[in-house]
């Protein structure tokens, strides 16, 4: 039995390839070992996802529903420049079911309140002619060849204090849907909310609904 086995040795130490091969083999069925003992061992439960994500804004906290995030923000909380949501917004759509309205929050912008903008910056840019619209607001149009060009701004009277909306209008071809656009300064961070026109009628509710979102934002009073 030791005679075979110096055989053995000697034919594998002059015969590298057979050693290579015998290593190879006895590694492989050392992994497969490892590979079973690991699919029998059970995995271990995932986290299940937080309903809410906290963020600071402005040195604002806020507490916000994982469901409202679009998809390019950051879902590990902390501080952040803005947050980008879509909302379902109750009773927005025809048939009764929640449109999905986009709201953006950034840091207020010391440099203008958004309720001066009609006066101080869109005036300059509007044509003289005036309309009125269902739910009260006041239509004025851009001038060509102003910077919003192409756009109609909405006001509460009597001078947009209340609330605004610039709206893009219809194209020729009808291919773009217009989209309105509104910006409100709530708890110190503005609120931009974009929307249907035909949303604009009930320009009150948006208001209301915008506040009602900071404050389910906001982080619960300590126990």
């Given at each position: 039995?030791?005679?075979?086995?110096?055989?053995?040795?000697?034919?594998?130490?002059?015969?590298?390839?057979?050693?290579?091969?015998?290593?190879?083999?006895?590694?492989?069925?050392?992994?497969?070992?490892?590979?079973?003992?690991?699919?029998?061992?059970?995995?271990?439960?995932?986290?299940?996802?937080?309903?809410?994500?906290?963020?600071?804004?402005?040195?604002?906290?806020?507490?916000?529903?994982?469901?409202?995030?679009?998809?390019?923000?950051?879902?590990?909380?902390?501080?952040?420049?803005?947050?980008?949501?879509?909302?379902?917004?109750?009773?927005?759509?025809?048939?009764?079911?929640?449109?999905?309205?986009?709201?953006?929050?950034?840091?207020?912008?010391?440099?203008?309140?958004?309720?001066?903008?009609?006066?101080?910056?869109?005036?300059?840019?509007?044509?003289?002619?005036t309309w009125s619209t269902p739910g009260g607001l006041v239509l004025r149009r851009f001038r060509p060849g102003t910077p919003?060009?192409?756009?109609?701004?909405?006001?509460?009277?009597?001078?947009?204090?209340?609330?605004?909306?610039?709206?893009?209008?219809?194209?020729?071809?009808?291919?773009?849907?217009?989209?309105?656009?509104?910006?409100?300064?709530?708890?110190?961070?503005?609120?931009?909310?974009?929307?249907?026109?035909?949303?604009?009628?009930?320009?009150?509710?948006?208001?209301?609904?915008?506040?009602?979102?900071?404050?389910?934002?906001?982080?619960?009073?300590?126990?």
């Amino acid at each position: 039995m030791v005679l075979a086995a110096e055989r053995l040795f000697s034919v594998v130490a002059r015969r590298p390839s057979v050693l290579l091969r015998l290593s190879l083999a006895a590694a492989a069925a050392g992994a497969a070992a490892l590979a079973g003992t690991a699919f029998l061992r059970p995995a271990a439960p995932q986290k299940p996802a937080p309903a809410r994500i906290d963020y600071e804004l402005a040195g604002h906290p806020l507490s916000v529903p994982a469901s409202w995030l679009r998809e390019t923000m950051d879902r590990s909380g902390g501080t952040v420049p803005r947050l980008d949501l879509a909302i379902p917004w109750p009773g927005a759509a025809a048939d009764g079911e929640a449109e999905i309205v986009a709201v953006t929050l950034v840091p207020a912008d010391a440099a203008l309140d958004p309720a001066e903008r009609p006066a101080k910056l869109y005036m300059r840019f509007l044509t003289p002619e005036t309309w009125s619209t269902p739910g009260g607001l006041v239509l004025r149009r851009f001038r060509p060849g102003t910077p919003y060009e192409g756009e109609e701004l909405y006001l509460a009277p009597p001078d947009g204090r209340r609330f605004f909306a610039r709206c893009t209008r219809q194209a020729a071809t009808g291919v773009v849907a217009p989209l309105c656009t509104t910006v409100m300064r709530l708890a110190g961070i503005d609120v931009m909310l974009r929307f249907g026109p035909e949303r604009l009628a009930e320009w009150a509710r948006l208001g209301a609904g915008a506040e009602r979102l900071i404050a389910i934002m906001a982080p619960p009073e300590p126990q």
